[in-house]
């Protein structure tokens, strides 16, 4: 069992930057591979980015590569996503969750945080 809980989102201009986290809880974290999703308002979740278990490999959606970096501390159960060069098209509510197995797809992930709101203005 994993619990998990995104902060960091806030109200940004283009071009700035912004971390998001996702503690989790429970001992089983590094067992995981971690992923962030994002939904933005209307439209259906999607895939942003994901790291493995190990922390030594990531994925990334086309229209962030570039742009936003994924990471984990598996010593602080802590996931991190990096976003610089923020666009208008990136506001949604970002969400972590948490898979035994290497996908992009939503109904692999097991484990879901309530998601932070991340908003870029013009």
């Known amino acids: 069992q994993v619990q998990l809980v995104e902060s960091g989102g806030g109200l940004v201009q283009a071009g700035d930057s912004l971390r998001l986290s996702c503690a989790a809880s429970?001992?089983?974290?590094?067992?995981?591979?971690m992923g962030w999703f994002r939904q933005a308002s209307g439209k259906a979740r999607e895939f942003v980015a994901a790291?493995?278990?190990?922390?030594?490999?990531?994925y990334y959606t086309d229209s962030v590569k570039g742009r936003f970096t994924i990471s984990r501390d598996n010593a602080k159960n802590t996931v991190y996503l990096q976003m610089n060069s923020l666009k208008p098209e990136d506001t949604a509510v970002y969400y972590c969750?948490?898979?035994?197995?290497?996908?992009?797809?939503?109904?692999?992930?097991?484990?879901w945080g309530q998601g932070t709101q991340v908003t870029v203005s013009s």
């Open positions: 790291v493995t278990w190990a922390g030594d490999w990531t």
């Open positions: 429970g001992r089983s974290f590094s067992r995981y591979h």
């Open positions: 969750a948490a898979s035994r197995n290497w996908e992009t797809e939503e109904a692999e992930y097991d484990y």
